[in-house]
């Protein structure tokens, strides 16, 4: 049995991200050797009280209550230091976990030593690890999460970077690829730091699409957006000089497309599934509201989107659906 230690950083947002956010781990995570790990990075709002609390009565529950603020980077660090787990879970405070989640994450980890990093589906990500839903309302997009887990069952997909609201990988990487980096201060490109460089050590990222985590999205940086331009055009200048790199993204609706041409690739070589017929249907969706302005860029990218269409077309009639 794999000892895991989940590592939450938190900066205020008690009562709108944290305190919601442990209520589902401790709810829905069934793993008998657990810790939780939470960094606060010296809130104001109420945060060092309520953990300090809370770890009197949780013996799952183990709190840093740091002085000033050390950032996304400088406050897993904190944790990861103390961490007993040989599987590590980083988990955003404005997330909230699905029933099962940790299971299939552990799984995954456990038998193939190639994944260097894993991470779920979700409703708000810059990439294609976001999945279309119909609500905004959480518990109605965790109900669609769950159906979608349900559709892409043992499936998984090998992407260029996990979003870090919620990723996991083994002590041995952390072992090999070290920490991360806190040179990138409170946060931004971190993440696209440690991605680089796990794949650089010869593993992959996987998404596993048939693990859900809600993800309310930019909790701790919505209220500062001058800072957070400054952040970003700064912490992009440190990548860049880093790894010797122009730093460039494939576009969110270019990495749906990807994702759906191989779903279309997989019904032509083996056949109709209903769960990839399931997620190709919503990932359409999804990239046709993606639709770039740009008339260059929407031609473009409005011909492979019709491509695609056109090919599905071929399986809406198909026996085993209708």
């Known amino acids: 049995m794999h000892r895991v230690s989940i590592v939450i950083v938190t900066y205020n947002g008690l009562e709108k991200a944290t305190r919601p956010c442990l209520e589902s781990i401790f709810r829905d995570t069934d793993h008998p050797d657990l810790e939780v790990i939470v960094v606060d990075n010296n809130s104001t709002d109420g945060t060092p009280g309520f953990l300090a609390s809370l770890a009197t009565h949780e013996s799952r529950l183990r709190a840093i209550l740091n002085k000033d603020n050390r950032g996304f980077a400088g406050g897993n660090n904190d944790a990861l230091r103390i961490a007993k787990g040989d599987i590590i879970v980083l988990l955003n405070n404005d997330t909230l976990v699905t029933p099962g989640w940790l299971s299939r994450i552990v799984d995954v980890l456990s038998e193939n030593s190639t994944a260097?990093?894993?991470g779920p589906v979700t409703n708000s990500a810059g990439n294609e690890?976001?999945?279309?839903?119909?609500?905004?309302?959480?518990?109605?997009?965790?109900?669609?999460g769950i159906i979608w887990n349900q559709m892409g069952s043992g499936d998984s997909f090998q992407t260029d970077k996990l979003c870090f609201f919620c990723v996991a990988f083994r002590r041995d990487l952390l072992q090999e690829?070290?920490?991360?980096?806190?040179q990138f201060g409170l946060g931004f490109y971190e993440d696209d730091d440690y991605c680089i460089r796990v794949k650089n050590a010869g593993y992959s990222l996987r998404c596993l699409e048939d693990v859900f985590v809600y993800h309310q999205g930019s909790a701790s940086f919505t209220?500062?957006?001058?800072?957070t331009k400054e952040l970003l055009k700064r912490n992009?200048?440190?990548?860049?000089?880093?790894?010797?790199?122009?730093?460039?993204?494939r576009h969110p609706r270019d990495r749906q497309l990807d994702l759906i041409e191989s779903y279309l690739e997989r019904l032509e070589t083996s056949g109709f599934d209903e769960g990839v017929w399931y997620r190709l249907d919503r990932r359409l969706d999804l990239a046709t509201q993606l639709m770039p302005r740009g008339l260059v860029k929407r031609f473009f990218y409005f011909r492979r989107l019709l491509k695609a269409r056109n090919r599905a077309?071929?399986?809406e009639s198909h026996e085993e659906w209708s």
Do not use: C, W
């Open 177 to 182: 690829v070290g920490m991360l980096d806190e």
């Open 223 to 227: 209220a500062i957006p001058r800072r």
């Open 129 to 144: 690890q976001n999945i279309p839903v119909s609500s905004l309302a959480p518990e109605d997009v965790i109900s669609e």
């Open 116 to 118: 260097g990093m894993v």
């Open 313 to 315: 077309r071929t399986f």
């Open 236 to 249: 992009k200048r440190l990548l860049e000089a880093k790894h010797g790199i122009s730093y460039v993204q």
